[in-house]
C-alpha cells in the first residue's frame, strides 16, 4: 500500500517561511503523480501543486510566487516550501498521490496522507 506522511508544519509569524516534506513509500510506476492539497477551516479541500516524477505539472494560481514544490527521488521525499506567509495561509497541508493517468492539481487522488498544520499568527 501507499503510505504518505506529512511533516514539518508549525506555527510561524506572518512573512515567515515554512519548509514541508511528504515522505513516501509503497510507489510504483504507476503512483509516480503527487501533489499538494490544502484545506483552511471552514473551507474545501483545495489543490496546490502537482509533480509527476521530478517534474512539475501544474499549480494554481495561489502558489505562483510564493509556494514551489520539490522532490528527492531518492528518498522518494515531495517537499513544500511556503514562503511570505499570511494568516489566511493557516491550513491543514497534505500529501496526495494518484495512481491514474491525468497529473494535475485539480485532478482526484488516490492516497492521502493524514496532513500537518502550519498556524500563520503573530
Known amino acids: 500500500q501507499v503510505r504518505l506522511v506529512e511533516s514539518g508544519g508549525v506555527s510561524v509569524q506572518p512573512g515567515g517561511s515554512v519548509t514541508l516534506s511528504c515522505s513516501a513509500s509503497?510507489?510504483?510506476?504507476?503512483?509516480?503523480?503527487m501533489a499538494w492539497f490544502r484545506q483552511v477551516p471552514g473551507k474545501r479541500r483545495e489543490g496546490l501543486i502537482a509533480?509527476?516524477?521530478?517534474?512539475?505539472?501544474s499549480y494554481a494560481d495561489i502558489v505562483a510566487g510564493r509556494f514551489t514544490a520539490s522532490k528527492d527521488n531518492a528518498n522518494n521525499t515531495m517537499y513544500l516550501q511556503l514562503n511570505n506567509l499570511k494568516p489566511e495561509d493557516t491550513a491543514t497541508y497534505y500529501c496526495?498521490?494518484?495512481?491514474?493517468?491525468?497529473?494535475?492539481?485539480?485532478?482526484?487522488?488516490?492516497?492521502w496522507g493524514e496532513g500537518t498544520l502550519v498556524t500563520v499568527t503573530s
Open positions: 496526495a498521490a494518484r495512481s491514474r493517468p491525468g497529473c494535475t492539481y485539480v485532478a482526484a487522488m488516490d492516497y
Open positions: 509533480m509527476h516524477g521530478s517534474s512539475l505539472t
Open positions: 509503497g510507489f510504483t510506476e504507476n503512483t509516480s503523480c
